[in-house]
T-cell receptor, first 115, second 116 residues
Framework: AQSVTQPDIHITVSEGASLELRCNYS??????LFWYVQSPGQGLQLLLK??????LVQGIKGFEAEFKRSQSSFNLRKPSVHWSDAAEYFC?????????????FGTGTRLTIIP | EAQVTQNPRYLITVTGKKLTVTCSQN?????MSWYRQDPGLGLRQIYYSMNVEVTDKGDVPEGYKVSRKEKRNFPLILESPSPNQTSLYFC???????????????FGQGTRLTVV
């Protein structure tokens, strides 16, 4: 069965600084990988996704992520964070599990931005 | 506008009183699912449906029921809620790609349920 690990529960960065959120996955076949963001009181919004092809994927709001098969990682990056990026971020792997097109989520990383 | 709509957004109820959380999508998606979100556990799948009248258990189905009588609607039913079902619930929908894997799941705004 697939699994996702987000090792950082909480990260604090200064506004304007760069950001990297870590995500490691476990899945036996080619993974379908996603990053979602959840702002306070809101649902989940898709930031970006990787299905195949170029391992560096661009998303909305200036985010990007790089798929590294050798490290089973799909880390999310942003060169310069804005106060509005404060939210919780979830990495997920999509897989077919006995016909269930299921998303398995990590436990999330809460991002705090300080002035 | 493409959206997944859940109601209610907030609900406080008492142990044992049956309740239903509704979910509706306007994208003609085949696949719908319910997740619960708990601190430190992320989102866990409760039930899913691959199409009308086709439903099955996810990872944490105990204490929940679902139905899929119409393509657009996928209600979550708690027949006898208990305090351990206090959580934030999300409905999601997506279309099948032909490869059989999610392309993108669209999520509702969430329903915060408190069972006292």
């Amino acid at each position: 069965a697939q699994s996702v690990t987000q090792p950082d529960i909480h990260i604090t960065v200064s506004e304007g600084a760069s950001l990297e959120l870590r995500c490691n996955y476990s899945y036996g076949a080619t993974p379908y990988l996603f990053w979602y963001v959840q702002s306070p009181g809101q649902g989940l919004q898709l930031l970006l996704k990787y299905f195949s092809g170029d391992t560096l994927v661009q998303g909305i709001k200036g985010f990007e992520a790089e798929f590294k098969r050798s490290q089973s990682s799909f880390n999310l990056r942003k060169p310069s964070v804005h106060w509005s990026d404060a939210a919780e971020y979830f990495c997920a792997v999509g897989a077919v599990d006995f016909g269930n097109e299921k998303l398995t989520f990590g436990t999330g990383t809460r991002l705090t931005i300080i002035p | 506008e493409a959206q997944v709509t859940q109601n209610p957004r907030y609900l406080i109820t008492v142990t044992g009183k049956k309740l239903t959380v509704t979910c509706s999508q306007n994208m003609n998606h085949e696949y719908m699912s319910w997740y619960r979100q708990d601190p430190g556990l992320g989102l866990r799948q409760i039930y899913y449906s691959m199409n009308v009248e086709v439903t099955d258990k996810g990872d944490v189905p105990e204490g929940y029921k679902v139905s899929r009588k119409e393509k657009r609607n996928f209600p979550l039913i708690l027949e006898s809620p208990s305090p351990n079902q206090t959580s934030l619930y999300f409905c999601a929908s997506s279309s099948e790609t032909g490869t059989g894997v999610n392309t993108e799941a669209f999520f509702g705004q969430g329903t915060r349920l408190t069972v006292v």
